[in-house]
């Protein structure tokens, strides 16, 4: 019997690291990409499942817009041989605004990319100056019309709020441009990090709320702490690791998720080469989660909650949660009170 799942592919490469970004990157060096790509796809290989039915590839960084057309072709390409994938699937890749020339973007739709994530963050020339981005506003907008002129009708824009110089203006700027381009996927992060300090949480939570409302005023259905959409636009990529679903990870530091037990790739290249070298998955780790504890921690960031039979074993941290109106029940679910969404980490410590 087949078996549904998603696959996520790691590039680590960045032009430039961002500071707000925690993921594993380095700075882009041709030769150890080259070297990188080429055991990327004997990882591929080691992985070959045919009796996996692939409903989504995420392509995530890093930077893999900076992947040329006949590295694009030579990943995708693996992933054809060594996986049975749905006709249907949802391909997405992450993308810089910098990056995604027209020419780019029908080659990407070409070879089977039918979803793009552009890494807007703002639209307010300040905000990017403070992020200290790579594109300017002129490249964000040409991004977008670039994507919609090569076909693309299912696209994710993200947006990072909470930054010290925003307000709620300078959000309504960036949201406006959401009506005018017609897209049908919103992401919005608040800025985590260190320098923020001196910056009330207070004003994220105005920010966060304004941002909510904004965009729920506008069509969107917020589905997820940081992500929303208009009707049948949710990512279904990422809906796999809310809803408790198998998937597998490629690449320097991916994680993966297989018959319940968490995986973790290596994150140093000489360890990731050497276990690849000798025909062996490149795990660091492995762990086994108690299922349930599992199950509410991913879940509850679904706006919508997770079934109450999750609870079973805990039933005083959820009542306790309840009676200090930080869950909710919702008839046969349980989910974050909506004006507690952004104390969510401190609510799942209940359960670890």
Known sequence: MRKFTSIYI?????????FYCHFTKFNYEKELVDKYLNYLVKE????SNLNYK????????????????????MIMSAIYKYFNIENNAEITIE???????????????KIGVNRLSIGIQSFVKKDLVCLKRNHNVKQ????????????FSNINLDFIIG??????KTLEHNFLKLKDFEIPHVSAYILEEVK???????????LYFFTKDYLESIGYTHYEVSNFSKKGFQSKHNLKYWKDKNYIGIGLSASSYENRIDYKNFSNFNNYFNKIENKKIPYKESQTIEHDKRRIITGLRMIDGISIKNFENYKNALNFLISNNLLVKKKSKVAVNPDKILVLNEILTFFL
């Open 44 to 47: 591929i290989h080691l992985r």
């Open 54 to 73: 692939i409903e989504t590839i995420y392509f995530g960084g890093g930077s893999p817009s900076l992947l040329n057309e006949e590295q694009l072709s």
């Open 140 to 151: 964000s907008i040409q991004a977008v019309e670039n994507a919609l002129n090569a076909g």
């Open 196 to 206: 923020k300090k001196k910056y009330s949480e207070d004003r994220d939570n105005e």
């Open 163 to 168: 930054l010290p110089i925003q307000t709620q």
């Open 10 to 18: 790691h590039f680590p490469f960045c032009k430039r690291k961002c």
């Open 95 to 109: 993308a810089n605004p910098e990056d995604v020339t027209y020419k780019k973007l029908n080659y990407i739709k």
